[in-house]
Nanobody, 124 residues
Framework: QVQLVESGGGLVQAGGSLRLSCAAS????????MGWFRQAPGKEREFVST????????LYADSVQGRFTISRDNVKNTVYLQMNSLKPEDTAVYYC?????????????????WGQGTQVTVSS
C-alpha cells in the first residue's frame, strides 16, 4: 500500500511563495512518475504539474508555467512543488499523486494513488 502525505500549505499574500512537499511510502518511489493537482471550491480537480521517475521530464499547466517548479528527491522519497508569484486564483487544495510505472500524465486517470491534500490560500 502506497501512502502519500502532503505538507507545506498555508496562507500567503499575493506575490508570495510556498513550497509543498509530498512524502511517499514504499521502496519503489523512484520508478514512478509523480504529479500535483489542485481543486478550488466549486471547481473540478485540475492538473498542475508532473515529473518523470528520474526527473528528466517536467510538464506544467499553462496557468502555472514559469511560476511553479516541480522536483523530486528519490533518496528521500519526496516530490516538491515550489510555487512563486502566487495569485489569488492559485487558491485550492493541492494533491500529490503517483502515476503509473515509468509513466507520467496530465489526466487524473493516469494516477492511482493520491494524498489527502494540503490547503493553499492566497490573499489579495
Amino acid at each position: 500500500q502506497v501512502q502519500l502525505v502532503e505538507s507545506g500549505g498555508g496562507l500567503v499574500q499575493a506575490g508570495g511563495s510556498l513550497r509543498l512537499s509530498c512524502a511517499a511510502s514504499g521502496r519503489t518511489f523512484s520508478t514512478y512518475g509523480m504529479g500535483w493537482f489542485r481543486q478550488a471550491p466549486g471547481k473540478e480537480r485540475e492538473f498542475v504539474s508532473t515529473i518523470s521517475w528520474n526527473g528528466g521530464t517536467e510538464l506544467y499547466a499553462d496557468s502555472v508555467q514559469g511560476r511553479f517548479t516541480i522536483s523530486r528527491d528519490n533518496v528521500k522519497n519526496t516530490v516538491y512543488l515550489q510555487m512563486n508569484s502566487l495569485k489569488p486564483e492559485d487558491t485550492a487544495v493541492y494533491y500529490c499523486a503517483r502515476a503509473g510505472f515509468l509513466r507520467i500524465g496530465v489526466s487524473s486517470d493516469d494516477y492511482d494513488y493520491w494524498g489527502q491534500g494540503t490547503q493553499v490560500t492566497v490573499s489579495s
